[in-house]
């Protein structure tokens, strides 16, 4: 049974699946609804993943309609998008799936194509984006309207600025260019500590955290306005160590040193989630409008979890030695690539407010990206562990050969 929400482009589609009776699903399947005069089309995202994940056992999948429909309008989208960081890869991933949905997008990367960071993931695979029919440009933001002077956007989303004074230009460029909406990517590290996690939608934040002032900008000069919040992601593309670094140790055999006890819960999101998310709001702006959003997926993992995830992933075993940082000297924040405390957020908004449902399947995700991992080569890479080997020498815990 399907349902078409009046004035939204969002359709919820709720079946019994037999997972062994499961039909072959092709890259995109488009529903014909002629009394409509509309399209469903589910983009390759949504159907990333194993069919046999635990998402599908719930009997439900959300789906994004193609914008064909007679009452739905084909957004033009820029994305201003970092050149640096975990960040980058949600503008590469938020623009295929914008294009994969029937809008227009236009990715502005800060600095110069010619750029050696260019040759680096997700930059190097930009002609997925230009080959499906978008656009990339390369500047500074600040001079978005020289940049794309005369180009008029529906909704534009900085997906670069962490603080005021780099996301004011665009921000007044958008306004007084008629951008009807504006999206910006700012990061559930600005909640305070809790003692109550998950983190929800308006729990408390550090007042000085630069996101915060930009949050507060958007939401005095925009009628529709959204704020998303990532934690840590996966996914091709990324150039931000995460389970690469857990993937790093196991493959050549040495311990994976985890600070605390391990138990630790976090929270990790393939970017495909994230950017399902965002193409919702710039489909639903009206739901979205004046909305902070956690951009996570919906389930937590503990520290070793992950160190025991990327094992199985990688088909081996894993050896974890768990250390207290300022008893062997350590700063756990260059040791480790996750905060040595719970930190984790839940999606309620976006599930809420949106529909949205998170599709991350942690097990069969790292498989995915064990097998990029092994076929660009990194598990043969020489690499060096000399801060591991100083934990390990003060806790007197011998050093693999």
């Known amino acids: ?52 994940s635990r998402k599908l056992s719930r009997n439900c999948f959300s789906v994004i309609v193609q914008a064909s429909s007679a009452g739905e309008k084909k957004k033009k989208v820029l994305i201003v998008n970092t050149n640096s960081g975990g960040h980058a890869v949600i503008g590469f991933y938020f623009a295929k799936e914008l294009l994969g949905s029937g809008h227009d997008a236009t990715v502005l990367t800060v600095g110069d194509e010619s750029s050696d960071k260019m040759k680096k993931t997700p930059f190097n695979r930009f002609s997925e984006i230009t080959g499906a029919g978008g656009k990339t440009v390369w500047g500074n933001p600040a001079d978005v309207g020289k940049i794309l002077e005369g180009e008029v956007f529906d909704a534009v989303l900085d997906n670069n600025g962490k603080d005021l004074d780099t996301v004011r230009p665009v921000a007044d460029w958008a306004k007084s260019s008629g951008v009807k909406q504006f999206l910006f990517i700012s990061s559930a590290g600005i909640y305070k500590p809790t003692d109550e996690p998950p983190h929800v939608e308006g729990d408390a934040v550090k007042a000085d955290a630069g996101h915060v002032g930009v949050e507060k900008y958007i ?89 025991r995830l990327c094992a199985k992933a990688a088909g081996s075993s894993v050896e974890i030695v768990h250390y207290d940082p300022k008893a062997v000297g350590v700063d756990a924040k260059k040791a480790f690539p996750f905060r040595n405390m719970h930190f984790y957020a839940e999606p309620r908004a976006a599930n809420e407010i949106l529909g949205w449902s998170a599709t ?31 934990i390990l020498e003060a806790l007197k815990v011998p050093v693999a050969a």
């Not at 062994?20 to 993943?49: D, G």
């Not at 097998?371 to 043969?380: L, Q, S, T």
């Open 219 to 307: 939401s005095e000069i925009f009628g529709s306005w959204a704020s998303f919040r990532p934690q840590y992601m996966i996914g091709s593309g990324n150039n931000k160590d995460c389970e690469e670094w857990f993937f790093d140790r196991i493959v050549r055999g040495r311990p994976v040193l985890i600070p605390g006890s391990g138990m630790q819960l976090t929270n990790i999101s393939h970017v495909r989630d994230l950017s399902s998310m965002l193409t919702l709001a710039v489909q639903n702006p009206a739901a979205a409008s004046g909305h902070i959003f956690n951009c996570v997926s919906d389930r937590a993992v503990t520290l070793d979890g992950m160190a």
């Open 1 to 52: 049974m399907a349902t078409l929400a009046s004035s939204s482009s969002l359709l919820h589609s709720t079946s019994s699946f037999n997972s062994s009776h499961t039909p072959s699903i092709s890259p995109r399947i488009t529903l014909k609804f002629s009394s409509l005069s509309s399209s469903l089309s589910i983009s390759q995202s949504f159907l990333a993943y194993s069919v046999n």
């Open 360 to 390: 991350t399947n942690l097990p069969e995700d790292l498989k995915e990206r064990f097998d990029e991992y092994v076929k660009i080569g990194r598990d043969k890479k020489e690499m060096k562990f000399e801060l591991d080997d100083k």
